[in-house]
């Protein structure tokens, strides 16, 4: 099976994200990882979320460095910790046992990977070796997020 496929045809569609940089402040309760990240894909996930079906077939994942593995879903406080290799190296066990299971469990079409060089150093071996199942994004910033939005938009109940 090709990766390049219109996410369309594909069943379930997992992507993973790198945590940004640039996280909201002002809000000190814990608040969803959606919320709390304001890098330009998770405002575009943000963007695409209030024109689209809620029933879609899309989970999103984040690479924390502080925290892990993390759905968009989950609640976290603000935090300001930078990936280095060393805590990639730290994190890898965890979320390879996370992410091996999620995708065990529900059967994945395609793997979207949208992280930073250093992130990914954080994801389990056997998902970067993969040619079938797994597409990691290329290009600079704009061709990422164009690419992404193309994605979004493409997923069955938009």
Known sequence: MSV??????????????????????LLVTP???????????FRVIRKWQKVSNEDHCLD????????????????IPYY???MTVARAAELKQSVAEKLLGLLRK???SCVYCDVGSVYLKA???????SNE???FAKGR????????????????GH
Not at 10 to 25: A, D, F, T, V
Not at 31 to 41: C, F, K, Q, V
């Open 4 to 25: 390049v496929k219109d996410v369309a045809e594909m069943g379930r569609y997992l992507l993973i994200l790198g945590c940004s940089k640039r996280k909201k402040k």
């Open 123 to 129: 994801l389990p071996d056997e998902l970067i070796e």
């Open 31 to 41: 608040i969803p990882a959606l919320e709390r990240y304001d890098g330009p894909a």
């Open 60 to 75: 999103i994942k984040v690479i924390s460095a502080k925290y892990g593995l993390l759905d968009i879903k989950d609640n």
């Open 106 to 108: 529900n059967n994945y």
């Open 141 to 156: 910033i704009g061709e990422r997020l164009s690419n992404l939005k193309r994605r979004l938009l493409s997923l069955p």
């Open 133 to 135: 199942l797994i597409e």
């Open 80 to 82: 300001d910790q930078q």
